[in-house]
């Protein structure tokens, strides 16, 4: 099994899916049984690839290969770095997460919902794990057609709006990225005599800035639309608002990191011209801050629970591509990092949403106000969710947006000053938003008898809490696994960083060595 360990994580949760089709549908409590017994295998089977990571190797790891549609250079080709191998370790999560908090919200058609789930997991991982583009571009569009049903069939009054939106605008760009895709393709033809879309074979291409920046510009709109990056956002309220609590859940969590991956897998290493252009990354991370800035601040005039956080992941998510673009080692591994805290933070206040909507049937925060009083351990809960979205220190969050800071401020000190207005904000929204929940009298008689946290909703918590204050308190381990691939990929993107940093070294140790005293001579 250790040798094709990769595969396996990729395939059990279409195994699940395929022996769930199997079961009676007017069975449902054995279609939810099957289905939380497949993703909790899921993610048994992927705890090898951390217990297993090798910090001494360099490059990728587990790497499988086989051929596939050879007459056009396609192949099945997997195989994982740190940076990948932290986020199918999210993925295998979440998606035990989002199936578990389904058990009681859904009623209609359940055999397909989990089906969707499971089919889901699957395009998420092949993601993640892909190392040739036709195979990734294969997975990428599978991702879309379960979460369109799962917005579609199973979302709020607006389902078939906002389920469209979010199909049209991820459809739109991915068809942009296929054909930078192509043009990589075709020029690696050109230039060595043969088609492949193998990623580490696209590395030896030579493009001029021109071309690296048209096919920049296309990968760009797929990975943007998909993080989503400011003004490619619109999509994503409507999404999260009309998707159920485990769609939100696993959207925010897995799905959102698809776009910052791609800007870390492809964009950079495969077009380094065009990755440091002056031009392209002022634009880039000027986008950044006012996804960051925009976000907070239309979250702090939300009025819906739900819109709110979701306006949340807007702003968190500017501080990700921010770190990218930032291109220091402290940005691009606290980017990382702070996927992995926005998946867990935001996967957990979506949850909290949830929680409270199964019970109210409202997500409007003035239908709230004193919950603390009714429910304390849900209090709890959210207080620690909030405080980890904020960024408190010992919590998650503020290991991920002190990194960006501090490596997007070795870049530019004006883009650092700017992008810590956000961190301000979201404290704001946030707290804000707790005090009109949670403190107080209770103002609305129908949450007086409201029941707290069921076992099941603290097996949910438990976990991701205890990841919240791990990373918070001991992240060195996500930084060791890190730290290979983030180098390598500046040494390939910006080689004159390590040179100027080592020049640097070098003449602060001089200038710390202390200088011999000669002896004065005896006077005879």
């Not at 994580?9 to 199997?22: A, D, E, K, Q, S």
């Not at 819906?304 to 949340?312: G, I, P």
């Not at 979205?389 to 870049?411: D, Q």
């Not at 000053?417 to 946030?430: H, R």
Request: net charge positive.
């Amino acid at each position: 099994m250790q040798g094709h360990l990769l595969s396996w994580i990729l395939f059990t949760p279409l195994i699940g899916m395929i022996l769930l089709l199997f079961i009676p549908k007017n069975n449902k409590n054995l279609i939810r049984i099957w289905a939380n017994v497949a993703a909790f295998i899921g993610f048994l089977v992927s705890i090898p690839l951390w217990t297993g990571w090798d910090l001494s190797k360099s490059g990728y790891q587990l790497v499988e290969a086989a051929e596939w549609i050879p007459s056009i250079g396609a192949s099945y080709k997997i195989g994982v770095d740190g940076v990948s191998m932290l986020l199918i370790m999210l993925t295998t999560l979440m998606g035990l997460v989002s199936i578990l908090c389904s058990w009681s919200a859904i009623e209609d058609r359940v055999k397909e919902y989990y089906a969707m789930f499971l089919l889901l997991q699957v395009g998420m991982l092949g993601v993640f794990m892909s190392l040739d583009f036709f195979l990734f571009y294969v997975f990428w569009e599978l991702v879309l057609i379960p979460m369109y049903f799962i917005i579609a069939i199973w979302g709020g009054e607006r389902k078939l709006y906002a389920s469209i939106k979010f199909f049209l605008y991820t459809a739109a760009g991915s068809v942009l990225m296929l054909l930078g895709i192509l043009v990589l393709y075709f020029q690696h033809q050109h230039q060595f005599g043969y088609y492949t879309f193998d990623i580490e074979r696209l590395m030896s291409l030579n493009l001029d800035l021109g071309v690296q920046r048209w096919v920049f510009w296309a990968l760009f709109l797929g990975f943007a639309v998909k993080v989503p990056m400011f003004p490619f956002h619109t999509w994503l309220p409507d999404a999260h608002t009309e998707a159920p609590t485990a769609g939100s859940v696993i959207l925010a969590g897995v799905l959102l990191k698809m776009g910052t991956y791609g800007f870390i897998r492809f964009s950079m290493p495969l077009l380094p011209k065009a990755a440091i252009d002056p031009q392209i990354v002022n634009i880039l991370v000027i986008l950044s801050l006012i996804g960051i800035i925009y976000g907070a601040l239309v979250s702090l005039m939300q009025k819906d629970w739900k819109k709110l956080v979701a306006y949340s992941s807007v702003s968190h998510l500017g501080f990700c591509t921010l770190g990218i673009f930032a291109m220091t080692p402290a940005g691009l591994s606290g980017s990382v990092i702070q996927q992995i805290n926005h998946g867990l933070s935001t996967g957990m206040l979506f949850l909290v949403v949830g929680v409270i909507y199964e019970r109210r049937h409202t997500r409007l925060i003035s239908e709230y106000g004193g919950l603390a009083k009714v429910m304390p351990n849900y209090a709890v809960v959210f207080a620690i969710a909030m405080l980890s979205s904020a960024g408190l220190p010992m919590l998650n969050g503020f290991i991920g947006e002190f990194t960006i800071l501090a490596g997007t401020f070795e870049a530019n000190k004006v883009w650092a000053a700017c992008a810590s207005s956000g961190v301000i904000l979201a404290a704001a929204y946030l707290l804000w938003l707790y005090q009109r929940t949670m403190l107080g009298q209770v103002t609305n008689p129908k949450n007086e008898n409201l029941k707290d946290l069921n076992f099941r909703e603290w097996a949910i918590f438990i976990p991701m809490i205890a990841l919240c204050f791990w990373i918070g308190l001991y992240p060195k381990p996500l930084f060791d696994i890190l730290d290979k691939p983030v180098a390598q990929l500046v040494q390939r993107v910006k080689p004159e960083y390590y040179q100027q940093k080592k020049a640097t070294e070098t003449h602060a140790a001089a200038e710390q060595t202390p200088v011999p005293v000669q002896p004065v001579a005896a006077v005879k």
